[in-house]
């Protein structure tokens, strides 16, 4: 049995570009940087910094070049493919992921708009801790459920 699976987790180094295959099939390309921190032989804290090349097809090209911006953190699982060409009589590789999901990390910029505020006063609500879904206060009765 073989396995080709790559996870990493990290922030963009730039903003995806979307472009479309001949085909019509939306491909979305970006840079993953990823940290690690170790100690080094000296017993002294070093870090280190990897940049990975991602590449996501279809539907989540669309959404990724969407939501994610040079900054934002995302969570790629795929695979690894390591693509050739020549170019000016050189040989050049390029290994890459093609992520078979993305996940997006949490949102950073913090302040609502004013626009929100605006809203937000005019309706009278006070606006979610956190943006956490509300639940209902209801207590569910385990004899309610079908199964």
Not at 71 to 82: C, D, N, V
Not at 91 to 100: F, G, L, Q, V
Not at 105 to 118: I, L
């Amino acid at each position: 049995m073989y396995l080709n699976k790559a996870m990493i987790f990290g922030n963009l180094t730039r903003d995806p570009e979307l472009k479309a295959l001949p085909s019509g099939i939306q491909v979305c390309s970006f840079s993953l940087a990823t940290n690690r921190v170790y100690k080094d032989r000296d017993g002294k804290r070093a870090e280190q910094t990897d940049y990975h090349n991602v590449v996501v097809f279809g539907r989540q090209a669309e959404t990724s070049a969407q939501y994610l911006k040079k900054g934002a953190s995302a969570y790629i699982e795929g695979r690894l493919q390591t693509r050739s060409w020549d170019a000016e009589g050189t040989k050049h590789y390029r290994t890459e992921i093609i992520a078979d999901r993305v996940q997006f990390g949490p949102r950073t910029g913090g302040a609502p708009s004013s626009e929100t505020q605006q809203q937000g006063n005019a309706n009278n609500a006070a606006p979610a801790a956190g943006n956490a879904p509300e639940y209902p206060e209801e207590d569910i009765n385990p004899e309610d459920i079908p199964f």
